[in-house]
């Protein structure tokens, strides 16, 4: 069974970081893309960040020059750090992974639990 688990939220100061991560685990599947949401209070879920396969990236305007998404492929996590932190980066932030069952040969796609990002003073 596949499972997808983040780590690394918590309170920072405006114009603090935060590093992010999604460990993927498990058997028989690969990694198409993954992609990094947030919800604010209040506010839909919006796309935050993503990175291909192939390694290309794709940023939210709010966040470009900010945050900075990456991988480890041998460890199969995906890193969203953020710097410059402002009070409206506050929110859930959740891993989406789009991914390929090789044994069923099917793809799918695997959410996060969500991880708490608070930027306050």
């Known amino acids: 069974q596949v499972q997808l688990v983040e780590s690394g939220g918590g309170l920072a100061q405006p114009g603090g970081s935060l590093r992010l991560s999604c460990a993927v685990s498990g058997s028989f599947f690969s990694i198409s893309a993954v992609f990094w949401y947030r919800q604010a209070p209040g506010k839909q879920r919006e796309l935050v960040a993503g990175i291909a396969s192939g390694g290309s990236t794709n940023y939210a305007d709010s966040v470009k020059g900010r945050f900075t998404i990456s991988r480890d492929s041998l460890k199969n996590t995906v890193y969203l750090q953020m710097n410059s932190l402002k009070p409206e980066d506050t929110g859930v932030y959740y891993c989406?992974?789009?991914?390929?069952?090789?044994?069923?040969?099917?793809?799918?796609?695997?959410w996060g639990q969500g991880t708490q990002v608070t930027v306050s003073s």
């Open positions: 989406n992974a789009d991914l390929f069952d090789l044994s069923a040969k099917r793809p799918y796609d695997l």
